[in-house]
């Protein structure tokens, strides 16, 4: 039988056309699909496969060549996203989303996500949704169409279908999304596939985290999967839980009851384990062991009685749990801090601190960093327990690691005490040979505080004072040159004779003085003030003198010192005043109108003025230095009890009278300088040091222009502020009354959030700060200063730690008790706050007005 051509059916008669022909429909269909393959296939190439994309970006040796590679590949992705019947639409967005976790811009697939994710396959819903949790987020008003997608697959029959839709729920759920589709989470939290409802649990906690008010729909039901046997079940239960306590103080007393159903769970895992597919190296389910910690230091957390209950599965954890695998420390670390947060017994204080003590000894740097910034953490609680580790913590100074180096140093300044401070002290001054640049301005600063507080003997204060400034060079802070200057000025004549010859020694060699600047304007000092105390060369000193003056590595500021210097050098060395004339002099026309004016009054001094150049001329009197028992310093040194017999033991001030400070300068000190320069009967009082700071000893005085500029004046005692900073031991005073707690939002800025949490007690307010660090970054160094009308005063309890982890919380009780009963004006609070975030230091501030009003009722 022959084929039929087109030619051919002219000459068939018309019965036979339109007689059935199977062969001709089978053509047909053989010349569609030909077509179809040609062009869909042929001529259409299929797209280049994510893993050679991955080879050919890493291929490019340049920067211009990955972005040549990609931008060839957005172009092509993009026009393949315009078609309709494309067929590599998952490999396109997956190479999209490969593109995007680069860096280059990828939201041209918002809506393909979209689409893939509407889509009836698994594989491109898959897709679709993970396109959907990298690409969206809740700022994005295109995942509001997710919505109904995201409702259709939760009540699809399926469970990955369900697991997938609630994994991307989690992820880039908005508060409304959350509250639209909470009624589905707590449909499938009670469902009987375990997958599901685990999958669901862990949804719920990021609900929660957005939207809080929601956790009132799952709180009978933790408290009965509390007793789940399911591994999986449990710990997202216990996340959950966790959550919920630390947003409400309701639900942290709710979860109270639970706590003897942990601590059995916590035993079982401890002796027998939980299942044997959990064991990680030898230790049963570490990941459990962790939350369940984790929450029992929640729910212990001031709460004697609920503390007492998980003593013994502490102690249990703390002595069986093995140390030569990380599971272990993981497991051990978590049972240190959940000691330390609760109130436990003495002896397991200290059992926890020895494990700290081992980690110090662990050969792994991770391990030791982590014991070392625990201690700094924890230290307060137990200070004598600590310092049993001092020597293997001064040890720490010395590791090649530079974290280990600064949560050692910033530990041994909280270890300083009058026994230990020449010990100590000693291997800082090493510690700091080594230091860089920054920490050598840091630590310095804080051994010249510590040896003010501690110091044996004014000569050995003075020896420490002249290593630092040897060792630290130009890198050394202003209020060291302040404090030492302080420190001659006050101290005896034999000392002052002693530190003149060391002082002049020390810049008699001109090399690498332009690089211990510090020390050559306290020496020149010294020198000016009492140079015939020392066993000097007169014309070798002028000598010298000229030389530096001359020196073109020396700063304009150290030739200032030196010019000083030299014009009271002549009052004591008559016979060399025409030498020292001709120095001055010549800087009449020095290029620096500062020291150009300073060498003309001078040469005034000496010509026209002569008679007055004795009396201008005379040595500084004794420099009072004040108390320098602020929050600040002592929380570096001494646990808040002892701050004020540290500061009662400090030679310096047996020596000079305390000088009070007025409640005006401490708020000028909080709210900044320019409110005290805008005022022109202000008494601030300036001392010669950056270091003093001011406690509230006596009342105010002429502060009205001040407190107008606030606008809290016009003569009434209780509009004006007053500020307290001084710290004192943790506690709280008085017996609680029924009072319901508030809570006040004070700021949430920059990834950092700051909740007061208000109840009256007795007679007084306890105002509870909880700092949160929401960024990805540890914070150090965390202050938190308040300032309050003065018809109130506030007590400063000691936070719970000035390091925050990401996600952690710092802790602050803040006692308010209203001092003018017959005042009428609401409670208000100036809060600053500061911290240091890798090498930035930052400072906010803001006001707290919305206190309740019935709160001293």
């Not at 491109?124 to 987020?137: P, S």
Request: aromatic content about 6%; some cysteine.
């Amino acid at each position: 039988m022959y084929p039929y051509y087109e030619s051919d059916w002219s000459i068939l008669p018309p019965e036979h056309n339109r007689r059935y022909s199977p062969g001709l429909t089978i053509n047909n269909i053989k010349q569609v699909i030909n077509e179809t393959i040609e062009t869909n296939i042929l001529r259409k190439p299929s797209p280049t496969r994510l893993r050679e994309l991955i080879r050919q970006i890493r291929a490019a040796r340049t920067a211009a060549e990955e972005r040549a590679v990609v931008n060839t590949e957005c172009a092509y992705i993009r026009s393949t996203f315009r078609e309709t019947d494309c067929i590599w639409k998952c490999r396109n967005m997956a190479k999209l989303l490969y593109i995007h976790m680069l860096g280059y811009p990828a939201h041209f697939g918002q809506m393909e996500a979209l689409k893939l994710a509407a889509s009836s396959k698994y594989t491109d819903k898959r897709i679709g949704y993970l396109g959907a949790m990298l690409l969206l987020d809740e700022r994005q008003d295109v995942h509001v169409l997710l919505t109904n997608c995201l409702k259709n697959d939760l009540n699809s029959s399926t469970q990955f279908i369900v697991g997938t839709a609630l994994c991307t729920l989690a992820a880039i759920a908005s508060p409304e999304m959350a509250r639209d589709l909470s009624h589905e989470i707590e449909r499938l939290i009670a469902s009987s596939n375990a997958f599901l409802r685990k999958k669901a649990i862990l949804c719920a906690f990021r609900m929660v985290r957005r939207v809080p008010e929601l956790m009132e729909e799952y709180i009978p039901k933790c408290s009965h999967f509390l007793n789940d046997k399911n591994h999986g079940i449990l710990i997202s239960t216990i996340t959950l839980v966790t959550e919920m306590c630390e947003q409400s103080p309701v639900v942290l007393n709710y979860f109270k009851s639970s706590i003897p159903t942990l601590v059995r769970t916590l035993k079982t895992l401890i002796v027998s384990g939980y299942s044997p597919e959990h064991v990680v190296n030898g230790v049963s389910d570490p990941f459990l062991q962790v939350k369940i910690l984790r929450l029992l230091r929640i729910l212990g957390h001031g709460d004697s009685d609920q503390s007492e209950i998980m003593n013994d599965v502490l102690a249990q954890v703390a002595t069986n749990t093995e140390t030569n695998k990380n599971a272990g420390n993981a497991i051990l670390y978590e049972t240190v801090l959940t000691i330390m947060n609760v109130e436990s017994e003495n002896s397991l204080r200290v059992l926890a601190v020895n494990i700290l003590g081992r980690f110090l000894l662990n050969s792994d740097k991770n391990i030791r960093y982590v014991g070392l910034l625990t201690l700094v953490r924890t230290v307060q609680r137990d200070m004598t327990a600590v310092q049993r580790h001092r020597i293997t913590i001064l040890e720490c100074l010395s590791d090649s690691d530079s974290s280990i180096q600064k949560c050692a140093m910033e530990l041994s300044f909280t270890l300083v005490n009058s026994q230990n401070i020449e010990t100590i002290v000693r291997e800082l001054l090493k510690y700091l040979e080594t230091a860089d640049a920054e920490m050598k301005g840091v630590c310095s600063s804080r051994i010249v505080l510590a040896a003010e507080m501690y110091s044996p003997s004014i000569h050995w204060h003075l020896d420490v004072l002249l290593k630092v400034l040897t060792i630290s060079g130009n890198n050394i802070r202003d209020d060291v040159i302040a404090s030492t200057i302080q420190l001659i000025s006050n101290s005896p004549p034999k000392e002052q004779t002693y530190i003149s010859g060391k002082m002049w020694k020390s810049i008699t060699n001109m090399n690498h003085l332009e690089n211990r600047q510090p020390l050559v304007q306290v020496a020149v000092w010294t020198l000016g003030e009492y140079s015939e105390a020392g066993c000097f060369d007169e014309n070798e000193l002028i000598d010298h003198y000229r030389q530096l003056l001359w020196a073109p590595q020396l700063s304009i500021t150290t030739k200032q010192y030196i010019l000083v210097s030299l014009a009271k050098i002549s009052l004591r060395m008559e016979h060399c005043t025409a030498n020292i004339q001709n120095i001055i002099n010549a800087f009449r026309v020095h290029l620096n109108i500062d020291l150009q004016q300073r060498a003309v009054e001078f040469n005034q001094l000496f010509t026209s003025h002569n008679h007055l150049r004795a009396a201008l001329l005379e040595k500084m009197p004794i420099m009072k230095i004040s108390e320098l028992t602020t929050s600040e310093y002592n929380s570096d040194f001494v646990g808040s009890t002892d701050a004020a017999s540290a500061s009662a033991s400090s030679p310096s001030e047996e020596s000079t009278p305390q000088k009070q400070v007025s409640n005006q300068d401490i708020l000028l000190d909080l709210l900044g300088d320019s409110f005290g320069s805008s005022s022109p009967t202000s008494n601030t009082t300036t001392t010669p040091s950056p270091l003093q700071q001011s406690t509230p000893n006596g009342p105010s005085a002429n502060n009205a222009d001040i407190l107008d500029l606030l606008g809290l004046g016009g003569g009434d005692q209780s509009g004006s502020f007053m500020a307290t900073v001084n710290p004192l031991p943790s506690g709280r005073l008085g017996s609680p009354t029924e009072y319901s707690a508030t809570t006040i939002h004070v700021y949430s800025q920059d990834n950092i959030d700051i909740r007061f949490i208000v109840k009256r007690e007795g007679n007084h307010a306890v105002v509870t700060a909880k700092t949160t660090n929401n960024s990805l970054n540890m914070l150090e160094k965390f202050m938190l200063q308040i300032a309050v009308p003065k018809a109130f005063t506030i007590q400063m309890m000691v936070p719970s730690s000035t390091v925050m982890l990401p996600g952690e919380s710092v802790v602050q009780d803040i006692n308010v008790v209203r001092t003018n009963q017959t005042a009428s004006s609401p409670l208000r609070m100036k809060v600053r706050f500061s911290y240091d975030i890798g090498n930035y230091s930052v400072m906010e501030q803001a006001d707290v007005n919305d206190f309740p009003p019935d709160l001293f009722i």
